[in-house]
């Protein structure tokens, strides 16, 4: 399961929160340690960069939060990142380096890399979306099964056991997500894959690819040069 491996969706040199990955092999692992690795990292931060606001929140000084965002506790906000109008930070958020979260944007148990851009009503749950993912308008992750079993991700014919109820999604390094699409509970989308609008995810999706629908997956041509 290499594919979906850490180290083959993420250059983790483009987070603050690359400590959180220590000791483990899949990205998925690391969503139960996102509320105490929060509070560890906050406590250690520069109070030259960073302030904090209410308890086991710190937002940096060089960000920009809109009077009227929603920022809950444990939550780190990483320099010159944007949250915009009406953005809801339910608690459990690492945001990146130069992110972007907007209008109605929902975050929950997340780590956004550095540029990451979530930026008009976007639902993310329980998910880690790599160094400049973008998704697009009105796309979402969906992070609970309906049937309410645990969530296992699908690699070709094989099903990977997480032991989560609920895991949204993770977005390789440069993923960009069309407009009004659904990522299905497990889905790994690798680095540098572009995925149609509309489209309803499930599994794998193999980085450095275009995924058109459920059937068409094609890979991206090479640039000569």
């Known amino acids: 399961m290499q594919e979906i491996t850490i180290d083959s969706l993420f250059d983790r040199t483009n987070t603050i929160a690359a400590g959180i990955f220590t000791g483990i092999t899949y990205p998925?692992?690391?969503?139960?340690?996102i509320h105490d690795f929060i509070i560890e990292l906050g406590a250690s931060l520069?109070?030259?960069k960073f302030e904090k606001r209410g308890e086991n929140i710190w937002i940096a000084k060089s960000a920009s939060v809109a009077s009227t965002a929603c920022i809950q506790a444990p939550a780190i906000i990483d320099e010159e990142a944007e949250i915009r109008h009406c953005a809801f930070i339910r608690g459990n958020a690492i945001v990146g380096k130069h992110a972007v979260v907007g209008n109605s944007t929902e975050l929950k148990n997340v780590i956004l890399f550095d540029f990451v851009q979530v930026p008009h009503y976007n639902y993310v749950g329980d998910s880690i979306l790599g160094c400049r993912a973008h998704m697009g308008a009105g796309s979402i992750t969906s992070n609970v099964k309906?049937?309410?079993?645990l969530v296992e991700i699908r690699v070709g014919d094989v099903k990977v056991k997480t032991g989560?109820?609920?895991?949204?999604?993770?977005?390789?390094d440069c993923v960009e997500v069309g407009c009004g699409s659904i990522l299905n509970p497990g889905s790994v989308i690798g680095a540098g894959t572009n995925i149609?609008?509309?489209s309803s995810i499930r599994g794998y999706v193999?980085?450095?690819s275009i995924y058109k629908n459920q059937g068409e997956?094609?890979?991206?041509e090479k640039k000569q040069g």
């Open 146 to 149: 309906s049937d309410k079993t």
């Open 46 to 48: 520069s109070e030259e």
């Open 164 to 172: 989560l109820k609920k895991m949204g999604a993770i977005l390789g």
């Open 206 to 208: 193999p980085g450095g």
């Open 196 to 198: 149609y609008p509309l």
């Open 28 to 33: 998925h692992e690391a969503l139960t340690r």
């Open 217 to 220: 997956v094609v890979e991206k």
